[in-house]
């Protein structure tokens, strides 16, 4: 996986040859009606889990208007609308840590 988050990340392959306790980030995400949220969270490789503690890496918000098929992501995650909707991504990020945020256990 990439070693510096800010960079570029053109090796796709890296992370199936790394450790998941090596691993720099995780995706975590939450699926309602209307939204998908991924949080992309900094990776406590000695516990194995995201540290919700922190601010995320990456956030991606993707609208699902009523009526579209659920299967056609490409139809619905092509604009990520997470700066547009700061209220949705912190309801979503609320659900992300109850549901994820809970730890090893």
């Known amino acids: 996986c990439p070693r510096r988050l800010e960079a570029p990340w053109d090796d796709l392959t890296s992370c199936t040859r790394t450790r998941k306790e090596d691993f720099r980030a995780m995706g975590y995400s939450v ?14 490789g000695a516990r194995l889990v995201g540290d919700f503690s922190q601010p995320p890496v990456g956030v991606e918000l993707y609208a699902h208007p009523a009526g579209e ?15 547009l909707h700061p209220a949705v991504v912190r309801r979503l990020m609320g659900l992300a840590e109850a549901h994820w945020g809970k730890g090893p256990g």
Do not use: C, I, M
């Open 31 to 44: 699926r309602t009606d209307g939204w998908r949220l991924t949080a992309w969270l900094r990776w406590d």
């Open 69 to 83: 098929a659920d299967s056609d992501f490409d139809a619905t995650e092509n604009v990520n609308v997470a700066d």
